[in-house]
């Protein structure tokens, strides 16, 4: 069933966590463990990107408000949708050029790697900019749980260790 959830912040730096925190709750709504499922932690890094680059380079001094928008869109085809939209319309999202040791302009390289498409979209003020994964359903999530549950239990280490040491007299405790 296609759900969405829409959230409006102050541009401020605790929004960041703030939109990553509404984004696990919106998710586990939908029944998407950001843990468990691989692609909707790999969105919650997106939003936690965009969100740090709207409070920062999207921000329009001398204003104020609830100036960044953030919507999560899950569709039928377990498409997860992010935009986040800020007030700033004189600069657009551009990927920079970064070398080893620099210590900023990778978020957006993350946003290109993690995501299957992402774009911008400019608004009368300002702009959007929104990033698409699929991820696994809810029947495929529980599914990858259950196989691993399974598999770690034949896999049992110490059922192995126990015979060894058990049953090898080079292991006897008392060095016969
Ligand atoms: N929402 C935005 N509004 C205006 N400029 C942006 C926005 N997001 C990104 N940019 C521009 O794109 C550049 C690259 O962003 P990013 O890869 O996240 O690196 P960083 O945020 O560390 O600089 C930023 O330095 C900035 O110039
Ligand atoms: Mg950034």
């Known amino acids: ?35 468990d499922n691989a692609g909707a932690g790999e969105v919650l890094t997106i939003v ?11 921000r329009v001094p001398g204003t104020y408000g609830r100036q960044v928008g953030f919507t999560l869109e899950l569709t039928d085809v377990n498409l997860l949708r992010v935009e986040v939209r800020d007030a700033q319309s004189d600069r657009m999202p551009e990927k920079k050029h970064v070398r080893e040791l620099d210590t ?18 400019k608004e009368v003020i300002g702009k959007t900019v929104w990033a698409e994964k699929r991820v696994k359903s809810e029947t495929e ?32 405790a008392d060095g016969r």
């Open 1 to 35: 069933m296609p759900e969405s959830a829409r959230y409006q912040y102050p541009t401020a730096p605790t929004s960041v966590s703030r939109a990553r925190a509404d984004c696990v709750t919106a998710l586990a709504d939908w029944g998407l463990n950001a843990t």
């Open 48 to 58: 936690g990107e965009l969100m740090a680059n709207a409070v920062t380079h999207g």
């Open 104 to 121: 900023h302009g990778r978020g957006l390289f993350l946003v290109d790697a993690l995501s299957d498409t992402w774009g911008v979209r």
């Open 141 to 172: 999530q529980s599914a990858s749980r259950i196989a691993i549950a399974t598999d770690g239990a034949a896999r049992q280490p110490n059922a192995v260790d126990a015979d060894h040491s058990w049953g090898d007299p080079g292991h006897a």
